[in-house]
């Protein structure tokens, strides 16, 4: 009798620990994952990285190339942006008012569209280069879903000769609205956007996306 006794406390200590619904407490959510409320709090890996350094898909082609550019889009539209590029999936949020940091090789396309639709979305391509035969440079145009231009207006609009500390602005009814800055280089500034890859070469600049043009 005495050794039933203690196997019914046994279990009753056992069952007491299990919650009322019968489940046990996944011991896979940690404390520094669940939110306020005491929730899993969600992480939805969407909203463009600021940085330093670059990261995510604002880095294209940059660990490759010996020269190349690093810097910040800043969105001044008021409204939501997304940013993407053929050369790396997945696209990314950039709210108003905030900037996104980049590192890019020497030439690539990103594309800043107010629809959230990868590659099918519209927008103004960017073009950044920095090429030993060419000084760094910027261009814009408007981006159609199919990547075509627009019919009635097939002009770029292009930054000429960028001296370090300048600014151009570029701007046009399909190129939308883009103020170039470039920056004074630097190569411990630019080690702090690329740090593992060939920053010693790369330009800086700085992006800020005041409109999307209309096709």
């Known amino acids: 009798m005495k050794s039933l006794v203690i196997a019914a406390l046994a279990l009753g200590a056992v069952l007491a620990g299990c919650g009322s619904s019968g489940q046990t407490a996944d011991p896979t959510v940690s404390v520094e994952s ?3 409320s005491g929730g899993v709090a969600a992480d ?3 909203a463009c990285p600021s940085g330093p350094p670059a990261r995510g898909v ?9 020269h190349g550019v690093v810097g910040q889009i800043y969105n001044e539209s008021g409204a939501t942006l997304w940013l993407w590029s053929r ?4 696209i990314c949020q950039l709210d108003a008012g905030r900037a996104a940091g980049f590192a890019v090789g020497s030439r690539a396309v990103i594309t800043v569209s107010s629809v ?3 590659v099918n979305s519209p927008g103004i391509g960017i ?3 920095d090429t030993p035969e060419l000084s760094p440079a910027v261009t814009t145009w408007f981006q159609r879903p199919n990547l075509s231009r627009c019919a009635s207006n097939k ?9 370090e500390d300048s600014e151009q602005l570029l701007e046009g009814p399909a190129q939308g609205s883009v103020l170039v800055k470039r920056l004074p280089d630097s190569k411990e500034v630019t080690r702090e956007w690329l740090p593992s890859g060939n920053a010693d070469n790369f330009s800086r600049m700085d992006l800020y996306v005041k409109a999307i043009g209309t096709c």
């Open 34 to 36: 669940a939110d306020a």
């Open 44 to 46: 939805d890996g969407i």
């Open 58 to 66: 604002m880095v294209i082609n940059a660990f490759d190339d010996q």
């Open 87 to 90: 050369k790396w999936p997945g």
């Open 116 to 118: 959230q639709d990868y």
């Open 127 to 129: 073009r950044i280069e």
């Open 155 to 163: 002009a770029e609009v292009r930054t000429t000769y960028l001296k």
